[in-house]
């Protein structure tokens, strides 16, 4: 059941730094690691204003070696895990120049191309070899649904890894 929000209140202004402030002050759930079960990769994209399978959004993404620390970044969405979404991350570094070196260091990236998640228009790859989990609450943005066709290239790889 939707919420309604309250009046607003004269002479009060709702400004993206301070809905920006308010994301990155709350206390997301202790990460509780990286998904590392059998994975079955669903493409499931709804415009409704909530986070799917197969939609690329911004949240947090702890780092590999230290999960205390991370960055925000763009992630494919590719299936859940109870409460957690589980999700490969995005960049627009290409990493078919060294695809040898990144195989060696247990990475593995899926061209996806470009789309609506980069205003820059950058080919972008996800890295198929590393399932995070996703506090559905801490996604900060929605950028756009990956065409299926892609997905299931992405689905394939993670397949063939998993």
């Known amino acids: ?31 509780p690691g ?37 960055k925000d970044r763009p992630v494919l969405l590719v299936g859940s895990d109870g409460d957690w979404l589980l999700a490969v991350m995005l960049t627009s570094k290409d990493h078919d120049h060294d695809a040898r070196r990144q195989h060696q260091a247990v990475r593995e990236w899926v061209d ?5 998640w980069d205003r820059s228009g950058r080919p972008s790859e996800v890295r198929v070899n590393r399932i995070i989990r996703v506090d559905p609450d801490a996604i900060r943005r929605e950028g756009a649904v990956l065409a299926r066709e892609r997905f299931e290239e992405v689905a394939t790889a993670i397949r063939q890894l998993h």
Request: overall charge positive; charged content about 25%; glycine content about 10%.
């Open 1 to 31: 059941m939707p919420t309604s929000l309250p009046p607003r209140r004269p002479g009060r202004l709702r400004s993206a730094t301070s809905s920006l402030l308010r994301w990155l002050t709350r206390r997301p759930a202790p990460y």
């Open 112 to 116: 996806v191309g470009s789309g609506g």
């Open 34 to 70: 990286d998904f590392t079960g059998r994975l079955v990769p669903a493409y499931d994209p709804h415009a409704d204003g909530r986070p799917d399978p197969g939609e690329i959004v911004w949240t947090w993404v702890p780092f590999e070696e230290d999960h205390s620390v991370g």
